[in-house]
């Protein structure tokens, strides 16, 4: 990203700055000069000069000098130079200037980078070939067209390396989509959280307000205004949600728990009885009841069988479309198991007890009445679906809002 690279940069230069300061690494060995009676420059400055890049260098004229030399050098480049265990002295750039006779020397130097610090000094010279006698090195950051100076563009960058960092984040607590193994105290936590986020955010923006192109902030005001407030609809939507969750996972949990343990392991025993009673039969000798036992006997079990899987593949659907089609196939399964649950009641074969009979209707009963499953599901993906839906927006603008910072960073 653009952005961490620049900002590197700035961070590289402000280090350069700090030793060029405490006299450290931008200093020459003692050269032994050839004109011991001339003093160094006085009263050397840097100020900016008219137009974008220029730096006016000024200093006191020195007595018998015939001459000065006036030299810089990009602190950044001399900086990254000298941490590679380069020669950062090549990169020092010098001009020539002849005495004016004036009290005061100048000279403009132009097409420097604004935004870059840069050290200058002045070397006075008692005749063209001699060594220059150096002043101390004096710094400044050349101004751009808007007068933005090297602490602008600092400020600038840093909050919005803030405001991506911290929306990045905010999207990653704020927009997980919500499961059942959440609870009231992670959902507190990640309120709280977002809370933080929220207040980190509003510190820096209000940086990148003082401090940024006015409709490129603006932009981005907004887009942290729609983060932030899809946020909030997916933290106040995640209390309702898991508990539609919880009942629903208990629901189908409990009808699993007693359709294995009583409903199908019964079933299926009393069809295998019934069956060996019907081929075992001396003689042939069946009757049309007991044909008819077995038969609706088996139709019970293939159909609480059937419905039961329905309810379970239903809650593996995100779609409320999808869950409305297998509900249709529900309530036919479920009218079949009616029409055997009626006849075996009054026909109740070996081994198939009431309680069989209350499990099978339990099954029918989930997909409707008052203890309806499918309706419940319904409800709780229209939930799933809204979430969804804010979790998908806040991707596509921490997209945005990460490209709006990288130009921002840009033209800065």
Known sequence: MKLRLNLLS???????????????????ENIAQAQTDLPAPSNT????GDDSGDVVVSWDSV????????RWVNLGAAWTAYRAGLDWQKLI???DVS???AASQSLTINNLTPGTQYSFAVGSKSHSAANPIWSSWVGLTPRGEDGTDVQDIVQLQSAALAIAQNANALVGVGST???????????????????????????????????????????????????????????????????ALQAEGMSRSTLTRIN???LFPRTGASVDTQFYNLVTAADGDVSTDAILQYAHTDSLGSNVTLGHTLLLVASLMQDPTYVARIQETYDSVGGRVDRDVEYLREHT?????????QQAENVRDAGGGDADYFERLVARLELVVEERDLIEQNAEILDDLLEQIDYLSSEA
Do not use: C, H
Not at 11 to 23: E, M, P, Q, W, Y
Not at 349 to 357: C, H, I, T
């Open 10 to 28: 700035i961070a590289g230069i402000a280090a350069a700055a700090i030793l060029v300061a405490a006299g450290g690494w931008l200093a020459f």
């Open 45 to 48: 400055r840097a100020i900016n």
């Open 63 to 70: 007595s018998g000098a015939s001459g000065y030399s006036v």
């Open 93 to 95: 750039q010098s001009v």
């Open 99 to 101: 005495d004016s006779g």
């Open 177 to 243: 989509p919500t499961n059942a193994g959440m609870t009231r105290a992670s959902i507190g936590q990640d309120m709280a959280a977002v809370g933080r986020l929220k207040g980190t955010l509003n510190a820096q923006l209000a940086i990148l307000k003082a401090k940024g192109p006015e409709d490129r902030v603006a932009y981005i005001e907004a887009q942290l205004g729609q983060l932030v407030s899809n946020v909030d609809a997916i933290q106040s939507g995640r209390g309702p949600l898991l508990l």
């Open 260 to 262: 294995n343990a009583v």
């Open 349 to 357: 074969p070996a081994g198939l007890s009431e309680e069989v009979l």
